[in-house]
């Protein structure tokens, strides 16, 4: 299939990018603001690429409400890596952390913590196939754990949480990849915060860490030097080269989304792309969307139609439509669209005018 033009995409990362955006780095790309240089070949020690990365976080911090007792550093390694610097950086003497299990990246996420200390799962949802958020407080979370972790939205299983838990004193680490930027957060309720930029912010390549600054400063000292948060953040994220073109790529984002209303304009908007798109499904006696209601995510739409041969039909045939990517993840099949921050409404309709035009199909 060859496309003539731009399509709906609804993987669930990388992702979709506002198209303004593109268009402006497409203009920006052989000469950067009179620096006859692209950012792809700019120093990153240079002046005007320190403005960048300057801006970026300041916008980054006025779109999330961050408080100043908080430091924002710009990594690589994705996720992934925090799954393993938050335990070698946070556990601390008592070794002991607790994981609530909601999805297949909690799940990871507790695995690779369980190589430095004692990891308990404080709850889980798995005995439903990940099909809710359970309801946890400071009781199910243990009072010498030297942090608790959650994962705010289950890109996978496409569940969120609509609360934060309380853990008592245990600072609350959350992994909000493919949430990041979607709704408002009280970001001092929470420890620490970490987000891969490839779902709702930039192309893959950049994490970006909003820590607690009392909580920098505890890697073990035989610590790799780039696993160590302390180190980042004593050199502006800067102490070896960033992944300076996406950072550059989300200083855009950033700069796009505080001329559209912010973080609330936006969640109103996510709020009515993804109510559409349940309410058609709850009232469809073809499709169903199997997470508990009040825990869908506002990112990520799961739906099936419970025949696996029909879903992928429904797959293969929005994709004739330029509805790409449709598929659920390969763990749990069915169907996914991910409506993240750049899907536009438009998108969305489309979407479920196919879905209309293939039940009755059937
Ligand atoms: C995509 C994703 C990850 C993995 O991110 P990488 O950048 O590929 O390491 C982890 N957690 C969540 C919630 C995700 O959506």
């Known amino acids: 299939m060859v496309f003539k033009k731009r399509v709906y995409n609804f993987a669930a990362g990388p992702s979709m990018l506002p198209q303004y955006v593109l268009e402006e780095v497409r203009d920006e790309m052989l000469n950067f603001g009179g620096s006859g240089v692209s950012v792809m070949e700019m120093s990153h020690r240079s002046k005007i690429y320190q403005r960048i990365i300057d801006d970026a976080e300041t916008d980054l911090r006025e779109l999330l409400g961050i408080p100043p007792a908080y430091k924002v550093l710009f990594l690589q390694g994705g996720a992934t890596l925090q799954f393993s610097m938050v335990p070698i950086n946070l556990m601390r003497a008592s070794r002991k952390a607790d994981y609530v299990l909601t999805g297949s990246w909690s799940v990871k996420a507790a695995a690779e913590a369980e190589k430095f200390g004692d990891i308990r799962v404080a709850a889980s949802s798995k005995d439903s196939n990940f099909s809710y958020i359970p309801k946890i407080g400071r009781d199910d979370f243990r009072p010498d754990a030297a942090y608790a972790h959650i994962t705010v939205n289950n890109t996978i299983y496409g569940s969120r949480y609509n609360y934060v838990p309380d853990t008592g004193g245990a600072p609350l680490v959350c992994d909000w990849s493919s949430g990041i930027l979607s709704e408002c957060l009280d ?98 006696s073809l499709y169903s969307a199997p997470v508990a209601k009040e825990d869908r995510s506002l990112m990520n739409v799961v739906f099936v139609t419970g025949n696996d041969a029909l879903d992928k039909e ?39 005018d196919f879905m209309e035009r293939f039940e009755r199909r059937q």
């Open 187 to 284: 970001i001092g309720k929470f420890g620490l915060i970490y987000a891969g930029a490839q779902k709702n912010i930039a192309p893959a390549g950049l994490t970006i860490v909003i820590m607690r600054e009392d909580l920098i400063g505890f890697a073990p000292k035989d610590a790799p030097v780039y696993l160590d948060y302390k180190i980042h953040a004593d050199n502006g994220s800067m102490y070896n080269t960033p992944p300076a073109f996406t950072i550059y790529v989300a200083g855009k984002v950033f700069k796009y989304l505080k001329a559209n209303g912010g973080v609330a304009a936006q969640e109103l908007r996510n709020r009515e792309k993804a109510g559409k798109l349940y309410d058609y499904i709850d009232g469809s």
């Open 314 to 352: 429904f797959v293969a045939g929005a994709r004739e439509e330029g509805l790409l990517e449709l598929n659920g993840h390969r763990s749990v099949g069915g169907m996914r669209a991910s409506v993240y921050n750049a899907m536009p409404p438009e998108g969305v309709d489309a979407l479920i």
